[in-house]
């Protein structure tokens, strides 16, 4: 389809073999492609050139190099020697990384070597310059521009959609264009498709034909479909926090994942995907999510739910726990750390089974020594330092006993491979015990660990002292801990959290905290809060305020995800003012089919007939309940006939019936969605109940079936 200076994206597609602009732009992508073929071979090429150099070099340097080390000096030259080599593979392993780093550019762009075009005056009196947008750039071996990255200051005119006079900011300056042309491609490989131009910004074209097609099993990069909205936040400027909040469909999740590729763009050479954290709602989510910027050319960044984050933390007996802790317990916390001191009972043993080797009379004893420092993470710091070094001092004197020497002796074949990788012989004495130490080494790891995760402190009696209360829950525990130790991840650069309303203040609190001093990507909508007790978007903002300073927001009011009519169902479940805000992109399809059966056997009838016909749909279908106890009873009532409950490791399929609660579908979207019981008795009129139900029906992209055992819910009465 190519539609021209049209807001109908539905126009009749003129005939190819007469468009010339068809044919020149084919003709383009054809150069292009040949080109980035080229470039690819010639890296390949060059690759192994350099593989072979390196080990000829290094077969050479080798047979040259004789190590001495009779006298200091011989031994000096033989270092440098060394020192040499290692510079010399070194810069053929740099030349080999930038080059496989290009070649995946190039495999990438292989796939679709741009996806826009814009041309752009610079002066009144100049030629406009054309530029074509990909998913990476790339130059050509005279340097001369083939692909522009999307990322790049220019391609913001693309994604400004502001045809006409309109400018862009590149290395601080402002730089004003007029825009002549956007022009948007369907490509595949090297066959163009479609294009489509518009020179009045009002429709986007290829996100209308990207919308129409099926979704897939994994989310899709929205890289050439970027909308103005959406754009604000991917290219904000980095601040220390930026609260997002979007409607249902917004593309919350996707310009998250556009923001993590842009700030990797943007920080090229000094950000590391391991500087960068996703905290994701379930893991069925982040399966969902683990194909987008492996797309873009971009490593994932770490991807954590809440309770794994929590697990690497908190001791082995505990679990997450009761995540509802007010927030007033917390400033306790830092008030009480604030001015207390240790006492004899705050410290434990260090010991590895039967074997104690700190005491925690000694450990005391330090803590004393050290009383003018105020008893927080610099105090700790020091004390598990000189820990450190009392732990190193006791083994080496235990490396001295007869009764470890025995048991050197005495290990055998196996144990001896796993602790030291080659069976021992030591040649004399001294090499007898720096063997018996690394032997202790092995078998005492567990202390350095313990010393390491400050477990010699009891975070239990210490918080129910200070706080006059009788135990600590998980946060509690790990909160004190953050505030006694310094605890925390002061390397992340960026924290990105999705689905913020689903947190307690609390939770925001600890990952504030522990991540402080990251900048904050906080995504959510307040009409998705589905548990009770969490967090409001009023405690968000203040509880980064009281972390990170001022929060800076922005908001994504257009649905991408649902047709019309969907998105007018749960549009209807918010109050007035907020739905007066609310658009869907979509083109309308059909309308939602909504039917309540007071009958039990035609409501059983209706539900098995609607099971059954999902399961020959197209695409894939959710039947979505909101607990796992509803589940279980529709299983019942279904029998042989219900599908399996999706768990929270589950991939999903590409098409078919996925049975799930509404806990693991948030955040995901199906072609179709059943709600197999949407009664007043499921759904009563309440905040709660209506957030529920808002969720439920938003995950829906083309059809969605309502039933109701009994009177349908109210909150659907319109």
Not at 38 to 53: D, I, P, S
Not at 250 to 258: A, D, H, M, P, Y
Request: hydrophobic letters at 40%; aromatic letters at 8%; a negative charge.
């Amino acid at each position: 389809m190519h539609t021209e200076d049209s807001h109908n994206a539905n126009a009749t597609a003129p005939d190819q073999s007469d468009d010339p602009v068809f044919h020149q732009e084919q003709q383009h992508l054809a150069t292009t492609y040949a080109k980035l073929q080229e470039l690819g071979r010639a890296l390949v090429h060059k690759m192994e050139k350099t593989r072979e150099a390196a080990a000829a070099d290094k077969r050479s340097m080798s047979e040259e190099l004789a190590p001495n080390f009779a006298t200091y000096a011989d031994a000096m030259e033989t270092y440098a020697d060394f020192a040499a080599m290692n510079r010399v593979i070194d810069g053929y392993n740099l030349a080999q990384d930038a080059d496989a780093e290009a070649l995946a550019k190039i495999e990438l762009l292989l796939k679709q070597p741009y996806f826009a075009k814009v041309a752009l005056q610079f002066k009144p009196d100049q030629e406009p310059k054309e530029l074509y947008i990909g998913t990476a750039g790339i130059s050509d071996e005279s340097y001369r521009r083939l692909v522009v990255d999307w990322r790049s200051p220019v391609a913001e005119v693309y994604y400004n959609q502001d045809n006409g006079p309109t400018s862009y900011v590149a290395d601080g300056r402002t730089i004003n264009v007029d825009l002549k042309l956007r022009r948007q491609f369907d490509i595949h490989e090297d066959q163009l498709l479609a294009y489509f131009d518009t020179t009045v910004a009002i429709q986007d074209s290829l996100l209308l034909a990207s919308l129409s097609k099926q979704r897939t099993s994994q989310m899709q990069a929205i890289t050439a479909t970027i909308q103005k909205e959406q754009n604000l936040v991917v290219r904000h400027e980095d601040v220390p926090v930026l609260l997002v909040q979007g409607i249902a469909g917004s593309g919350k999740t996707s310009v998250l994942l556009q923001r993590i590729a842009y700030l990797f763009y943007q920080n090229r050479g000094s950000l590391d995907a391991r500087e960068v954290f996703l905290i994701t709602p379930n893991p069925v989510f982040q399966h969902y999510i683990a194909g987008v910027l492996p797309d873009l050319g971009e490593r994932n960044p770490e991807s954590l739910t809440w309770d794994e984050f929590a697990r690497r933390l908190l001791p082995p007996d505990r679990g997450s726990g009761d995540v509802n802790v007010p927030l007033d317990a917390l400033t306790r916390i830092d008030k009480a750390v604030a001015t207390f001191e240790f006492d004899a009972n705050d410290f434990r043993d260090i010991r590895v089974a039967d074997t104690r080797l700190i005491s925690a009379d000694a450990i005391r004893k330090l803590a004393d020594k050290l009383h003018r420092i105020p008893a927080g993470p610099h105090r700790i710091t020091l004390m598990r330092e000189e820990l450190h070094a009392r732990l190193e001092s006791r083994l080496k004197q235990m490396a001295t006993t007869d009764a470890v020497l025995d048991e050197l002796s005495a290990l055998d074949l196996d144990e001896q491979l796993r602790i030291f990788h080659e069976a021992i012989a030591p040649a004399d004495e001294q090499e007898e015990r720096a063997f018996a130490l690394r032997f202790l080494n092995d078998r005492y790891a567990a202390a350095f660990e313990a010393v390491e995760n400050d477990e010699w402190l009891r975070i239990d009696r210490i918080g129910m002292r200070l706080l006059g209360i009788d135990g600590l829950s998980p946060i509690e525990w790990l909160y004190l801990k953050m505030a006694l130790t310094g605890l925390g991840n002061p390397d992340a650069k960026y924290v990105m959290i999705d689905e913020v309303q689903d947190y307690s203040a609390a939770q925001l609190a600890v990952l504030a905290r522990y991540f402080r001093r990251a900048h904050f990507l906080l995504l959510g909508d307040p009409n998705q809060a589905i548990t009770p007790g969490t967090v409001s978007f009023d405690e968000v903002r203040a509880v980064f305020e009281a972390s990170h300073g001022p929060v800076e927001e922005c908001r994504l009011m257009t649905s991408y995800r649902s047709t019309p009519e969907i998105t007018d169902i749960f549009a209807s479940l918010l109050d007035k003012a907020e739905r007066a805000h609310i658009s869907s992109i979509q083109r309308a399809d059909t309308p939602p089919a909504i039917a309540a059966y007071h009958d039990e056997d035609a409501y059983t009838a209706a539900l098995r007939e609607t099971v059954a016909k999902a399961r020959t749909n197209e695409g894939l279908t959710a039947l979505i309940v909101p607990w796992k106890h509803e589940a279980k009873r529709l299983q019942k009532l279904l029998g042989d006939d219900a599908p399996e409950l999706v768990d929270d490791t589950a991939t999903l399929p590409t098409e078919g019936l996925v049975f799930i609660t509404l806990k693991l579908a948030k955040g995901l979207e199906f072609d179709q969605v059943i709600i197999p019981d949407a009664s007043a008795r499921v759904f009563p009129d309440d905040p709660l109940s209506r957030r529920r139900l808002y969720t439920t029906v938003s995950r829906a992209t083309r059809t969605l079936t309502i039933l109701a055992h009994g009177p349908l819910t109210p909150l659907l009465k319109s």
